[in-house]
């Protein structure tokens, strides 16, 4: 009983211990935490069931057949066996699939956010040559922005909450270090520090608006550049994802009596040496191509 209740308490607090999507800035509007993404109860579901399709149809196309009788027809045994190995797959494969899509939302939203925040900089620098003072600049871009995104787009977002902070007499430095820490990207951070530094010590605010814009253009010329060497890779790895699953449906289709080897002993025991190997190219392939700048 005492153990139980203890897990329960750790449970517990490994609950409250997670990281809030939303904070509630000093003007009390919603901000969003980039570096985590939560899934609704909706999302999960819908991919979870659609993984585990997948999962169980591809463990039937390799492993569906076991337990067959002398005639090669399916026996209770086969049934049994079958529903088994589906079922133990796409749960497995939709439980992994989860934290995997949600590494892919936040980079996904991490990598829109960049290029939004670097057209900021960009309009934010054009605001500070024309003569602006960096009040007006910041509301001149704002009103960029929204020509260029939607009105539900992060950037505009970020810069109505550092509008809001600015009309209730916030200091804009701090608001700009608050952003930078919400969405963990190093390069807002780094602007967020430089301009705290810059704008409380009076230094020239203008350059150093243009020199992280600068930076981060090119840092980001170059991430697309090497993004599109890679493109191919990448294509190529997909395919050769999809192309054992494909392949074994064509030798089941076209030769069931050649396909009837693999439910063997030694078959099964090739087939799972396989899948162990395919998986682990896979996740190989993908940290090869994983580059970042």
Not at 11 to 24: A, I, T
Not at 137 to 148: E, G, K, P, T
Not at 231 to 241: A, L, R, S, Y
Request: one cysteine or more; glycine letters at 6%.
């Amino acid at each position: 009983m005492a153990k139980k209740e203890k897990e329960k308490k750790s449970k517990k607090k490994n609950k409250e211990e997670l990281e809030p999507q939303y904070y509630l800035s000093a003007t009390n509007m919603q901000t969003l935490n980039y570096k985590v993404y939560y899934m609704s109860k909706l999302e999960k579901v819908l991919y979870f069931v659609l993984v585990f399709i997948v999962g169980a149809a591809v463990a039937y196309l390799f492993y569906g057949g076991i337990g067959k009788d002398a005639y090669g027809r399916p026996t209770t045994l086969t049934h049994i066996i079958d529903c088994t190995v589906m079922g133990v797959v796409g749960t497995v494969a939709g439980k992994k699939f989860l934290p995997i899509r949600t590494k892919q939302i936040i980079k996904a939203r991490g990598k829109k956010l960049n290029s939004q925040f670097r057209d900021m900089l960009e309009s934010l620098t054009t605001s500070l040559n024309s003569g602006k003072n960096v009040t007006g600049a910041f509301q001149s871009v704002y009103d960029d922005m929204r020509l260029q995104y939607d009105d539900t787009a992060f950037i505009i977002k970020e810069l109505e909450i550092i509008l809001s902070g600015m009309a209730n007499n916030i200091d804009l430095e701090d608001m700009l270090e608050d952003f930078g820490k919400r969405s963990g990207n190093p390069d807002i951070m780094s602007f967020a520090s430089v301009f705290k530094i810059s704008y409380r010590k009076g230094a020239n605010v203008k350059d150093t608006i243009r020199n992280t814009y600068e930076i981060l253009s090119d840092k980001m010329a170059i991430a697309e550049e090497i993004e599109t060497m890679v493109t191919g890779n990448k294509n190529d790895q997909n395919i050769m994802t999809v192309m054992p699953v494909a392949l074994i449906g064509v030798i089941k289709m076209m030769s069931p009596e050649f396909a009837a080897n693999f439910v063997t002993f030694s078959g099964i025991i090739a087939t799972t040496l396989g899948v162990v190997m395919f998986v682990a190219a896979y996740y190989i392939g993908q940290s090869i191509l994983d580059i970042k700048v």
